[in-house]
């Protein structure tokens, strides 16, 4: 059974920081690009960042300059370290799984909420 669990969610201030974990078992962590998508709401789910297995990362340019994703295929679990925060960046948070030569995530957790007040 494959589970994805976040955490590190808040209420902050705009320009402080926060940083996201997710844990995943029941998958190859390494072999798995992991990602970071948000939903605001009455908005889409939008992609936020991902990662490669080697390591390569992807950013929206929303947040290009302020966000770093990072992953430890030892520990199975994937970083979001968000600084300069906006209240634009409220959203729930959410860790996803996709598995090699998957075209899209193939696995969720559960959300994790992140305010920003201005």
């Known amino acids: 059974q494959v589970q994805l669990v976040e955490s590190g969610g808040g209420l902050v201030q705009a320009g402080e920081s926060l940083r996201l974990s997710c844990v995943a078992s029941?998958?190859?962590?390494?072999?798995?690009?992991m990602g970071w998508y948000r939903q605001a709401p009455g908005k889409q789910r939008e992609l936020v960042a991902t990662?490669?297995?080697?390591?390569?990362?992807n950013y929206a340019d929303s947040v290009k300059g302020r966000f770093t994703i990072s992953r430890d295929n030892a520990k199975n679990t994937v970083y979001l370290q968000m600084n300069s925060l906006k209240p634009e960046d409220t959203a729930v948070y959410y860790c996803?799984?996709?598995?090699?030569?998957?075209?899209?995530?193939?696995?969720w957790g559960q959300g994790t909420q992140v305010t920003v007040s201005s």
């Open positions: 996803s799984a996709q598995p090699i030569l998957q075209p899209r995530p193939e696995y």
């Open positions: 990662i490669t297995g080697p390591g390569r990362k």
């Open positions: 029941g998958i190859i962590f390494s072999i798995n690009t």
